[in-house]
């Protein structure tokens, strides 16, 4: 059976800083890797409680998701380059939490791979939001890492 190992990142040091032990799981399992970001668009902003006002400039969500998409290029080329496991990648449009769980199950893998925290980070002190919702809603076990487990060497010994 092939493994398939879900990282989802956000363009943070931190959650890109799961990536090499992914990939070295993935090896030893002798499977791939499949790296996600997603793409939040901009929503209208509400300045009262009965209100809503539009976005300044439409095309500025296109840009943001544009360079979402070009990063995402970028790292999974890097690491078709580097790391010695398929990589596949995909850009989800949506709410972070539901997407990646949504990515987890439709392509069924067997586990996931991310940081404690990422951009969003600041909003559970103890453990990032979109973190906390992936554990709570994944189809699959999840390895979620603090900031002092992926600074530590990717030299397992058991997996």
Request: charged share 20%; with cysteine.
């Amino acid at each position: 059976m092939y493994t398939e190992l879900l990282v989802p990142l956000d363009g943070s040091p931190l959650a890109n800083a799961a990536v090499p032990l992914a990939v070295e799981i993935a090896r030893r399992l002798k499977g791939g890797i499949h790296i996600v970001r997603v793409h939040t668009p901009f929503v209208a902003f509400s300045p009262g409680a009965d209100t809503m006002a539009p976005i300044p400039d439409p095309s500025l969500d296109e840009r943001a998701r544009e360079d979402a998409q070009t990063w995402l290029i970028r790292r999974a080329n890097e690491l078709r380059t580097s790391a010695d496991v398929p990589v596949t990648s995909e850009l989800r449009i949506g709410a972070p939490v539901e997407e990646i769980v949504a990515a987890a199950t439709d392509r069924r893998v067997q586990a996931i791979i991310c940081s404690t925290h990422g951009l969003g980070g600041w909003a559970l002190r103890w453990l990032g939001s979109v973190a906390d919702g992936v554990i709570r809603h994944a189809p699959c076990p999840v390895l979620a890492m603090s900031e002092a487990a992926v600074a530590r060497s990717t030299a397992m010994q058991k997996v």
